[in-house]
């Protein structure tokens, strides 16, 4: 017998590409969607970015830095206030929390959602002003306003490029 003849579908044979309700029960096919799931559950509960490529960690963080302030914005889409956690020590802000089940679908048959617990930490300046740190949450967008203290303000120093053209190299 060849192994061919185990599997239910080949990739030449488009009648036989779709499962038919009967060979549902199948053992074969029973493992094929084992195996599936559990190929899910591992990509989805990594937060590793060597397994998913161009897609990163979840969630997906914005860093914008202007003069005054670090802005973090992180979609959570499905999620609540409630929902996330929001810590910043030396210099680290991290975001972290769970995004539940909102049933229990025992056969769901296909799932590109996330679930389960989740962890970011961006790294900031050390001087920032922790006291005065904002977090606001509207429609799945974590916003973390995070003002950098005055010192490190005035240690900034602006460098010119190229300001000094007038000499030959």
Known sequence: MN????????????????????DSTSPVVSLHREVNRLFDDLFRSTDDSR????RGAWPSVDVDETEKEYRVL??????????????????????????KLESEARNRSHSERFYGRFERQISLDRDVDE???????????????????????????????????????
Do not use: C, Y
Request: charged share 35%; glycine share 6%.
């Open 3 to 22: 192994v061919r003849d185990l599997v239910p579908w080949s990739r030449g044979d488009r009648e036989r590409n779709s499962v038919s309700r009967s």
């Open 51 to 54: 397994f998913w490529g161009s």
């Open 74 to 99: 992180a979609e959570l889409p499905g999620l609540e206030e409630r929902d996330v956690e929001v810590l910043l020590q030396d210099g680290v802000l991290t975001v972290r929390g769970e995004k």
């Open 131 to 169: 006291s005065a740190v904002k977090a606001t949450f509207r429609n799945g967008v974590l916003t973390v306003t995070v003002p950098k203290n005055p010192r490190a303000i005035e240690r900034t120093k602006r460098i010119p490029i190229n300001s000094d053209r007038s000499k030959p190299h």
